[in-house]
């Protein structure tokens, strides 16, 4: 079945500093990859998504890699700010299965 | 333009009662999905509607159960109240029911006692 998974639950950064999360999935008909960013008493926020065909794609401080050969997404955040604490998921997403499969969720914590 | 907003945002139920969950999607969203939020499971897929038609269901037992209006708004049902139904609920909503980017409101937290 489909499962994506994240290789650490907490990671701890200091403020200005660069983070990476990383998210390993499984079902590689998926057509979009995404990250969701979740703060404290909110639902999750779209940050960012990469379709199935590329390998990177770049936001405003966040970039999206994508590895298809290991299975592999990650979602790197420049230049960290207090404001990126939170628990960030990444999902995959098939077109015409209309639903997001979420990994478990890494808590990023800013350290000021 | 308002986001998605679900309420009650906080409910407390005893097992065995029954519970009905309301979310309103972003004005001119025509899909609604649900999820279940628990610290085990994770984000876990409910059901999801488009244009007053469930298009998919995720892995839950019939007690849980859906429906959208015309105006897009949704209600989601749960019968019959456990324990293990304790968690957070959160509806989403897209405009196209391009899921793959979903605007989420900030959940109905259920307490089930």
């Known amino acids: 079945g489909e499962s994506v998974g994240l290789h650490l639950p907490t990671l701890s950064v200091q403020e200005g500093d660069n983070s990476i999360i990383n998210c390993a999935y499984s079902?590689?008909?998926?057509?979009?990859f995404i990250w969701y960013k979740q703060e404290s008493g909110k639902g999750p926020q779209f940050i960012i998504d990469?379709?199935?065909?590329?390998d990177k794609r770049q936001g405003q401080r966040v970039t999206v890699l994508l590895n298809k050969t290991v299975k592999h997404l990650s979602l790197q955040i420049a230049a960290t700010q207090p404001g990126d604490s939170a628990v960030y998921f990444c999902?995959?997403?098939?077109?015409?299965?209309?639903?997001?499969?979420f990994g478990t969720g890494t808590r990023l914590t800013i350290i000021p | 333009k308002a986001g998605v907003t679900q309420t009650p945002r906080y409910l407390i139920k005893t097992r065995g009662q029954q519970v009905t969950l309301s979310c309103s999607p972003i004005?001119?969203?025509?899909?609604v999905s649900w999820y279940q939020q628990t610290p085990g499971q994770g984000l876990q897929f409910l059901f999801e509607?488009?244009?007053?038609?469930?298009?998919n269901k995720g892995n839950f037992p019939g007690r849980f159960s859906g429906r959208q209006f015309s105006n897009s708004r949704s209600e989601m049902n749960v019968s019959t109240l456990e324990l293990g139904d304790s968690a957070l609920y959160l509806c989403?909503?897209?405009?196209?029911?391009?899921?793959?980017?979903?605007?989420f409101g900030s959940g109905t937290q259920l307490s089930v006692l």
């Open positions: 989403a909503s897209s405009l196209r029911g391009d899921n793959e980017k979903l605007f």
């Open positions: 079902n590689s008909a998926s057509d979009y």
């Open positions: 990469i379709r199935s065909n590329m």
């Open positions: 999902a995959e997403y098939s077109v015409g299965n209309e639903k997001l499969t």
């Open positions: 004005s001119g969203h025509r899909s």
């Open positions: 509607y488009f244009s007053e038609t469930q298009r």
